[in-house]
């Protein structure tokens, strides 16, 4: 009988440790999810990922994010080259103690991107764009060896089944074009089966949503006509377009600043 009452009293604490340990995630869902959030977004794109509120409603298998930021890297004078304020989640409630987490719908509303040529003639999008490929390429080469090492079923995985980002606008400009910033419509994206079945590590998914984001930005800022400075440090591109305009340097910045704008409404009116 006193074994029996000691199986039974161990069996009761583990059960309240248990109940316990669910109290906290449910609790502390929101704050783990932020932390998850900003841990996973800065290690894909290797600048400060920061997110100011997280509202996850299990039981309605719904939640919103607001106010995600991708900071930019050095060198570069805005604080953020992306800000997403409204996002809304769709989760399968069904799969939120397996592996995947499954989340069937995520849509980012309006986010606001911006374009920046710095003086090296360095573009911060494709820098964030190289990180966020070196991240995936360094992911891809761990994943086989672990694979032949211990397993892998501990780790969380996700997938999406569908991702909506629209209504979104890209801010451009460029140091050697001091002034008014520019802006372009960013063209709506629609992805599917984020993850495949078996679902991937939060970070592979981190990669796979904000690669295709920032692409998409570099291609509105590339058809706004800002690529021809590129490459180009900012006194080269003063005196290159002093010599095109033929007047003091700041009016051919002023030149030049308005053929792009032309350029960028025509490309808008298509």
Request: without cysteine; glycine residues 12%; proline residues 4%.
């Given at each position: 009988?006193?074994?029996?009452?000691?199986?039974l009293?161990?069996?009761?604490?583990?059960?309240?440790l248990?109940?316990?340990?669910?109290?906290y995630l449910?609790?502390n869902?929101d704050?783990?999810?932020?932390?998850?959030?900003?841990?996973?977004?800065?290690?894909?794109?290797?600048?400060?990922?920061?997110?100011?509120?997280?509202?996850?409603?299990?039981?309605?298998?719904?939640?919103?994010?607001?106010?995600?930021?991708?900071?930019?890297?050095?060198?570069?004078?805005?604080?953020?080259a992306?800000?997403?304020?409204n996002?809304?989640?769709?989760?399968?409630?069904?799969?939120?103690?397996?592996?995947?987490?499954?989340?069937d719908?995520?849509?980012?509303?309006?986010?606001?991107?911006?374009?920046?040529?710095?003086?090296?003639?360095r573009?911060?999008?494709?820098?964030i764009?190289g990180?966020?490929?070196?991240?995936?390429?360094?992911?891809?080469?761990?994943?086989?060896?672990?694979g032949r090492g211990?397993?892998?079923?501990?780790?969380?995985?996700?997938?999406?089944?569908?991702?909506?980002?629209?209504?979104?606008?890209?801010?451009?400009?460029?140091?050697?074009?001091?002034?008014?910033?520019?802006?372009?419509?960013?063209?709506?994206?629609?992805l599917?089966?984020?993850?495949?079945?078996?679902?991937?590590?939060?970070?592979?998914?981190?990669?796979?949503?904000?690669?295709?984001?920032?692409?998409?930005?570099?291609?509105a800022?590339?058809?706004?006509?800002?690529?021809?400075?590129?490459?180009?440090?900012?006194?080269?591109?003063?005196?290159e377009?002093?010599?095109?305009?033929?007047?003091?340097?700041?009016?051919?910045?002023?030149?030049?600043?308005?053929?792009?704008?032309?350029?960028?409404?025509?490309?808008?009116?298509?």
């Amino acid at each position: 009988m006193k074994t029996r009452s000691k199986i039974l009293i161990a069996l009761g604490i583990i059960a309240v440790l248990l109940a316990g340990g669910v109290y906290y995630l449910y609790s502390n869902l929101d704050r783990i999810v932020a932390a998850a959030i900003e841990k996973y977004g800065s290690e894909a794109t290797g600048t400060k990922v920061a997110v100011s509120s997280v509202r996850i409603r299990l039981n309605a298998g719904e939640g919103s994010i607001g106010n995600l930021s991708i900071g930019n890297p050095p060198g570069f004078s805005s604080p953020n080259a992306v800000h997403l304020g409204n996002i809304s989640i769709a989760v399968d409630t069904g799969s939120v103690t397996r592996n995947p987490l499954v989340i069937d719908r995520i849509l980012i509303s309006a986010p606001r991107i911006t374009y920046e040529i710095n003086e090296s003639g360095r573009s911060n999008i494709d820098t964030i764009r190289g990180r966020v490929q070196a991240a995936e390429d360094e992911e891809e080469d761990r994943s086989p060896r672990r694979g032949r090492g211990k397993k892998t079923g501990g780790e969380k995985r996700i997938v999406i089944k569908t991702l909506v980002i629209e209504n979104g606008e890209v801010a451009i400009q460029a140091a050697s074009l001091p002034g008014k910033t520019l802006s372009a419509p960013l063209p709506r994206i629609e992805l599917h089966n984020l993850g495949g079945k078996r679902g991937n590590a939060p970070g592979e998914i981190a990669a796979q949503v904000v690669g295709p984001l920032l692409g998409q930005a570099a291609s509105a800022a590339s058809r706004a006509g800002i690529s021809q400075f590129l490459g180009k440090e900012a006194g080269e591109v003063r005196r290159e377009l002093e010599e095109k305009f033929a007047v003091p340097a700041k009016e051919a910045a002023k030149e030049a600043q308005e053929s792009v704008r032309k350029l960028l409404e025509k490309n808008q009116g298509k």
